[in-house]
């Protein structure tokens, strides 16, 4: 299996711009999870689903943050309009069920200028 | 609220040492409690996750123990190698949270040859 794959890998975009991070799951998980990770506040988990289903959006930042599952195989972050500080690596997991082994991809990482 | 924090910040040993990392958790009341691995650049690695019905895990050179009551866990690594340079994440889940993943801040293990 490939693992969990995100792309893109970097993205530069200046501020007030809207971004999409993507995130394919490993086949056959149910669960799939966003975390954001930076240097002050270390690594974060914004929101989870379940079978597709939002579980946990609690640590979604603010309004323009939103996640979509669509189907079992993918996953978007997007973030409108984005800021400076919103500039962090974003890491997508999935895992069989939601309290097992999280297997994280590589993640993106974003500078917002 | 649950909050995990790891000590050292950051640890530098020459090869071949043993050493241990620690990790403790404010809320016993946890469903299990993951290391991970991270190197710079790179996606986190799983490398053990201890049910909280147990008291430690073993995967090769790497023994992780789980005392609850004290909400502490441990990671020792034997014969340290070059190899094991990187960042030692420990994560929790609370026992009611579903796949929520609480982290710490790591500890850097840098092994000197």
């Known amino acids: 299996d490939a693992g969990v794959i995100q792309s893109p890998r970097h993205e530069v975009t200046e501020m007030g711009q809207e971004v999409t991070l993507r995130c394919k799951p490993i086949?056959?998980?149910?669960?799939l999870f966003w975390y954001r990770q930076t240097m002050m506040r270390g690594l974060e988990l914004l929101i989870y689903f379940n079978n597709n289903v939002p579980i946990d959006d609690s640590g979604m930042p603010e309004d323009r943050f939103s996640a979509k599952m669509p189907n079992a195989s993918f996953s978007t972050l997007k973030i409108q309009p984005s800021e400076p500080r919103d500039s962090a690596v974003y890491f997508c997991a999935s895992s069989v069920v939601r309290d097992r082994v999280q297997y994280f991809g590589p993640g993106t990482r974003l500078t917002v200028t | 609220k649950q909050e995990v924090t790891q000590i050292p910040a950051a640890l530098s040993v020459p090869e071949g040492e043993n050493l241990v990392l620690n990790c403790s958790f404010t809320d016993s009341a946890i469903y299990n409690l993951q290391w991970f691995r991270q190197d710079p650049g790179k996606g986190l690695t799983s490398l053990l996750l201890i049910q909280s019905s147990q008291r430690e895990q073993t995967s090769g050179r790497l023994n992780a123990s789980l005392d609850k009551s004290s909400g502490r866990s441990t990671l020792y690594i034997a014969a340290s190698q070059p190899g094991d340079s990187a960042t030692y994440l420990c994560a929790v889940i609370r026992g009611n949270q579903g796949g929520k993943l609480i982290f710490g801040q790591g500890t850097e293990l840098s092994v000197k040859p």
């Open positions: 086949s056959g998980h149910n669960s």
